[in-house]
């Protein structure tokens, strides 16, 4: 399309903001447990492994991913052990699905109810851009952890 110095500079600047990201956390990212979960009304799946979207990015932070919970599709069971400082939940819905439904039968699930990020309010509700692709997804995904882990926290 004849715009590659403009690619350039949007790669070279989402690649700066991660950098920055990185050294403005208030503790180093490898001692930030992070978990990235998708939700339908079928499944919870584990996504904060770096072979996914999100988890790539939050992997690229250095964030170490979430523990005790297998990659990719887990049980209701397993959400009380997620081994996560934060939680980031979003909805995959099909067009007959209601995405605030589905994530509002997940919240009101008393195992959800029962993590620890979750009872000290460090599970976030995110859009469905944690499950997409392209440089306008990820820097949306760099605005969620910057509003969640920054923000908030001052």
Known sequence: MGRLEEAEVLISDYEER???LREDLPQSPEETGVAVLQVSSEYVANYSGADSFAGAIV??????????????????ELIPDIDADHIFVHAAVSEEEDADEVLDTLLSEPLWQRNP??????????????????????????????????????
């Open 18 to 20: 991660v950098v920055r």
């Open 59 to 76: 992997d690229e932070i250095g964030f170490a991913p979430a523990q005790n919970i297998p990659d990719y599709e887990i049980s209701l």
């Open 117 to 154: 990020a979750v009872r000290e309010d460090r599970a976030y509700v995110v859009g469905e851009h944690w499950y997409g692709f392209g440089l306008v997804a990820a820097n949306a995904v760099l605005d969620d952890l910057e509003k969640y882990l920054f923000e908030e926290r001052s």
